[in-house]
């Protein structure tokens, strides 16, 4: 199985950017469609964003024009691209491979505030 490291969360203001990155390690990482999720305090864990190699990305339409997913699989690497943060996108972000039985990262902290 996967393992998932996430990083690249931080504290941002509103209309900022930020990208978050997440390294994967064993298995054969090509072969997971790839997403992202966010939890935001005292709500159920969201699906944001995913990727399949070789296709584009699909999103929460909440996030749509914004946000960019992508992968590198040389690299097994996932990332998320985040343009126009608002304060709404605050919450901690998790990588995921293979959907919701699938590998999970231990999470990555978004705040968006000025």
């Known amino acids: 199985q996967v393992q998932l490291v996430e990083s690249g969360g931080g504290l941002v203001q509103p209309g900022g950017s930020l990208r978050l990155s997440c390294a994967a390690s064993?298995?054969?990482?090509?072969?997971?469609?790839m997403y992202w999720y966010r939890q935001a305090p005292g709500k159920q864990r969201e699906w944001v964003a995913g990727?399949?190699?070789?296709?584009?990305?699909n999103y929460v339409s909440s996030v749509k024009g914004r946000f960019t997913i992508s992968r590198d699989n040389a690299a097994k690497t996932v990332y998320l691209q985040m343009n126009s943060l608002k304060p709404e996108d605050t919450a901690v972000y998790y990588c995921?491979?293979?959907?919701?039985?699938?590998?999970w990262g231990q999470g990555t902290q978004v705040t968006v505030s000025s």
């Open positions: 995921n491979a293979g959907g919701t039985n699938g590998s």
């Open positions: 990727i399949r190699s070789g296709g584009s990305g």
């Open positions: 064993g298995g054969i990482f090509s072969f997971y469609v």
